[in-house]
């Protein structure tokens, strides 16, 4: 395991150069603390915790240092891609996340929507892309979300060090779309893309993805309007002595247009069927889904578009709406499949922030927050490849059991090789147990052995 550590460094050392100077070591350093037992993974306990590092260099190389993040990122996809990609189940995850900072100097800091606490607050929001095959996940592409209020003032983003070419506002939407790009220019092998209510109700970002021949299955929500049929009419005939011209088209008059929630409501009761979705840690993941075929159109859009809508109830009763532009000959079971993977990404961003140390920076400029992240996405994929690696002995391995035993395997760690061992034991013990029991039940459940 430590080699393998060893051999992730070396192929990453060329990245870590300035000028003359050659930062690896910092890096190596960097990532021993993030893939350490720290309760918090700043600078000053990551330094604590390296045997060869001093807090003045590691600072620098963090905040001020010129290494190119974005080319540790390109490795990174490139790397992920050649684990994960080209599989009939990989797909391309968008998705934010985001940090609770307080004071105004953070780098696009300000007053907006947390997902994490689920309410307004004092946060940095960064807009990521991962690739996910099954429940193996890297985070391989990330933008800050800068703020309109930022981008209109050029002291403040002098002071954050943020490049010129940076200081511009785009939506959320706007750079999900461009790591899409992105990653289809660098070569990712995905077959479909993921994403949450924020990127399926935006328009013009599933249009897109639609003309660049991308397929997308997004969450909506649940007052999104959709129409039964392809409602494309014709431009009304103009009647004489009424105003100008129409130059609008007028829906089909048999085409009905209803909210998401409205179709499911009349159907979805009647029509639904319950089917496996995925493995989870407790068996697998089972529930009712409803699918129909519906068009997005507005009078001003040249052509209408055809989607599919996939509904699931949750198991505390509630419904998951998405929209996907899957082809018509795609079965519910697929469907359903794609709608229930975007999990892995929010488990990826729990890991990190849990395990890795994602949010425990301390940084305020654009470089150190771009410089942090990419290192953890960095962490986080050598844990998939360990994981993957050690699938049939241990398939049970976590992020947290590898932080446990790196704690051993590289320099400064404190407990004992057999107590790691011993209580990862029992943790597998326990989840086992856990999906044995998972599956009695649904053995057991008339639900799910329909006659």
């Not at 990532?31 to 045997?51: F, H, P, Q, Y």
Request: charged letters at 25%; one cysteine or more; a positive charge.
């Amino acid at each position: 395991m430590a080699g393998n550590f060893v051999h992730t460094l070396l192929a990453y050392q060329p990245h870590f150069r300035s000028g003359r100077h050659d930062l690896a070591p910092y890096a190596r350093n960097y990532l021993t603390g993030l893939l350490g037992l720290n309760v918090r993974k700043n600078i000053g306990r990551i330094d604590e915790r390296s045997a060869k590092s001093n807090y003045q260099g590691m600072q620098q190389f963090i905040s001020d240092s010129p290494w190119d993040s974005s080319t540790v990122m390109q490795q990174i996809a490139r790397d992920a891609n050649a684990l994960l990609g080209g599989q009939s189940d990989t797909a391309l995850y968008l998705d934010e996340t985001s940090f609770v900072k307080k004071g105004e100097a953070s780098v696009g800091v300000q007053r907006q929507y947390c997902g994490r606490l689920g309410k307004l607050e004092n946060c940095q929001v960064g807009v990521f892309a991962c690739l996910g095959q099954g429940n193996r996940v890297a985070l391989v592409d990330f933008k800050l979300f800068l703020p309109a209020s930022w981008a209109q003032d050029p002291a403040r983003c002098r002071k954050a060090k943020i490049p010129e070419a940076e200081r511009v506002h785009r939506t959320k939407a706007e750079l999900a779309l461009e790591m899409v790009r992105q990653a289809r220019a660098a070569g990712l092998s995905h077959q479909w893309i993921g994403g949450d209510e924020i990127y399926g109700n935006n328009r013009p970002l599933t249009d897109a993805l639609d003309d660049l021949g991308e397929v997308f299955l997004m969450d909506i929500n649940r007052n999104h309007s959709l129409w039964d049929r392809d409602p494309l009419g014709e431009v009304p005939p103009t009647v004489a002595g009424r105003g100008r011209p129409p130059t609008r088209r007028a829906a089909h008059p048999l085409a009905q247009r209803r909210s998401a929630a409205e179709w499911a409501a009349g159907s979805f009761a009647t029509g639904g069927r319950m089917m496996t979705l995925r493995d989870s840690t407790r068996g697998a993941l089972t529930a009712k889904l409803w699918a129909m075929p519906v068009w997005q159109w507005e009078p001003t859009d040249r052509r209408a578009r055809r989607r599919w809508l996939v509904v699931r109830q949750e198991q505390d009763g509630t419904f998951k709406y998405s929209l996907s532009n899957a082809a018509q000959q795609v079965g519910w079971e697929r469907l359903g499949y794609m709608q229930a993977q975007r999990y892995w990404i929010e488990r990826a961003f729990q890991d990190a922030k849990s395990e890795l140390g994602m949010a425990d920076y301390e940084v305020r400029g654009w470089p150190g927050w771009h410089h942090h992240i990419a290192l953890v996405c960095l962490a986080l994929l050598f844990t998939v490849q360990e994981r993957v690696a050690l699938a049939e002995q241990l398939p049970l391995l976590t992020v947290r059991d590898l932080v446990e035993l790196l704690e051993i395997h590289l320099p400064r760690r404190k407990h004992n090789l057999a107590e790691v061992w011993t209580a990862m034991e029992q943790r597998h013990i326990a989840r086992q147990k856990a999906i044995d029991s998972a599956r009695k039940k649904q053995q057991g459940d008339p639900a799910n052995n329909p006659p």
